[in-house]
């Protein structure tokens, strides 16, 4: 039987060095070095990343030629966080406990270190040494995977639709929509990316999309419980901040027993559509179970 926290601590170990490697130093102060750092190195789960992995590892490829769309998905995601957390957004005070980027810096530094970041991904996927056309295909197909989850069609729809949803009450379809474009989106973009640099073929693909797309929802289920009954000490940031600013939640529309029934369901669902994969495929489902029994 898989030891998740063994697997996640040594997936989390192998993507920090990784990302350690990419961030460049300099023998000079260097503000927004030290700001893309202190962000994307203030710990996290690395779920986008581990996932990436765990894909490629699923579909039968070497997982450490997925390592560099595992580093460019981290970097977008701390990028988007960096930016949610501005005043102009969340007014976050806290991330991963410690104190958001702009509060550590400034907030023009925020801005600048969520630009600096997000290009670094695409300069990171654009870096990769190819040596076929068939190689070649498969990477421009990543770089377009992670850009349009990223970007307005995705994550960033997602971010503006919430924004935008604030003080009015959602209807649970839409807010299945908000949520599959701003958190859903990106690890959809994690495992589809994942599978196609392990090689996988494209019916097996659908079936690790249905995955993503299932556990995607669960996890922003479990965040809005978190945000209602989860431990500040242990998550490293407020709770109770999405009632303050009247946001529709699944809480909210459902309530807490049924948002609970709601992401297990979507748990089952997502370990059905990995039954035909072997136990190369056991990260994912032990993740996939992870995702509503974390506690944060």
Not at 140 to 164: E, F, H, K
Request: glycine share 6%.
């Amino acid at each position: 039987m898989l030891d998740l926290d063994s697997y996640l601590t040594s997936q989390k170990k192998r993507i920090n060095r990784a990302l350690e490697s990419l961030l460049k130093t300099s023998d000079k102060p260097d503000r927004i070095l030290e700001a893309m750092t202190y962000s994307l190195m203030a710990g996290g789960k690395r779920i986008r990343p581990v996932l990436c992995v765990a894909a490629a590892e699923a579909a039968g490829g070497n997982p450490e030629d997925a390592l560099p769309a595992a580093c460019a998905l981290e970097m977008v995601h701390t990028y988007s966080l960096i930016h949610d957390d501005l005043p102009a957004m969340d007014d976050d005070a806290l991330r991963r406990g410690k104190p958001t980027c702009h509060m550590a810096f400034d907030e023009a530094t925020a801005i600048l270190t969520g630009d600096a970041l997000l290009t670094l991904a695409f300069q990171t996927l654009a870096s990769i040494e190819l040596s076929n056309a068939e190689q070649t295909a498969k990477w421009l197909r990543v770089i377009r995977l992670i850009s349009y989850a990223a970007g307005y069609c995705g994550m960033i729809q997602g971010q503006m639709l919430d924004i935008t949803s604030e003080g009015r009450q959602l209807t649970l379809a839409e807010l299945k929509s908000l949520h599959r474009l701003k958190t859903g989106a990106l690890i959809e973009a994690s495992i589809s990316s994942g599978a196609l640099l392990g090689g996988l073929n494209s019916n097996k693909i659908s079936m690790l999309e249905s995955y993503a797309h299932n556990i995607g929802l669960a996890f922003q289920v479990t965040d809005d419980i978190l945000n209602v009954e989860g431990d500040p000490e242990i998550m490293g940031k407020a709770v109770g901040t999405d009632k303050l600013r009247n946001k529709s939640t699944y809480p909210s529309l459902l309530g807490l027993k049924k948002s609970k029934n709601f992401a297990g369901k979507l748990v089952e669902n997502a370990l059905q559509a990995l039954e035909s994969f072997d136990q190369k495929a056991e990260p994912l489902r032990a993740i996939a179970k992870y995702i509503v029994e974390r506690k944060k």
